[in-house]
């Protein structure tokens, strides 16, 4: 796959109905580094595949797209290194002054065209930064700590099953009496 170009014209890919696809290397993303500090950016390697279409809907211009990354961050649990998939998808009405803001439906996003040419890099940037999760942690337990917690949560549910039993009671009595 291709490098995403840093820029182009948006009002020209409409009129050509273009579709871009590219990487761009998460190294380039300034501001994906920086919030990513926060959430335990561990490498800047990797990079972010996007799919831009150029169009029309419902009788506006149209971009309809997709970003994903794999950026690898620290799990704030275990404080490890782990894989965290970031994926985004919007669709923006192209337009070139505020008063069109209130033509747009609902399902519409407006972007406002400022210049001959338009950052594709940023767009993507921002809808990874929107996409981003609160906290990275690993999906199953992975400290010591979880581990005992999840071990003791599962004896508690073992025991409130035994106890909900309806004969539980009368089995404890012939314990006792024995």
């Known amino acids: 796959m291709d490098k995403l170009l840093e820029t182009v014209n948006f009002a020209r890919q409409i009129e050509l109905n273009r579709t871009i696809e590219g990487v761009y290397p998460v190294s380039g993303l300034t501001r994906l580094k920086l919030a990513c500090l926060n959430k335990g950016l561990v490498s800047n390697e990797g990079s972010v595949t996007a799919k831009l279409k150029f169009g029309y809907c419902v009788g506006f211009a149209c971009l309809k797209g997709s970003v994903s990354a794999t950026l690898v961050t620290e799990c704030q649990r275990c404080l490890k290194p782990m894989q965290t998939e970031v994926t985004g998808r919007f669709k ?23 210049g001959e040419e ?23 337990a992975c400290s010591n700590y979880m581990n005992k917690q999840n071990s003791k949560i599962k004896i508690a549910v073992m025991a409130e ?10 089995k404890n009595l012939n314990k006792q009496e024995s």
Do not use: G, R
Not at 92 to 114: G, I, M, R, S, T
Not at 119 to 134: A, K, R, T, V, Y
């Open 161 to 170: 099953k035994e106890a909900s039993h309806p004969f539980a009671a009368l």
């Open 118 to 140: 338009q950052s594709i890099i940023e767009l993507i940037e921002d809808e990874l930064l929107l996409s981003l999760p609160m906290v990275v942690v690993h999906e199953t």
């Open 92 to 114: 923006f009405a192209l337009v070139n002054n505020e008063d069109e803001f209130e033509l747009l439906p609902e399902e519409l996003e407006p972007y406002l065209l400022e």
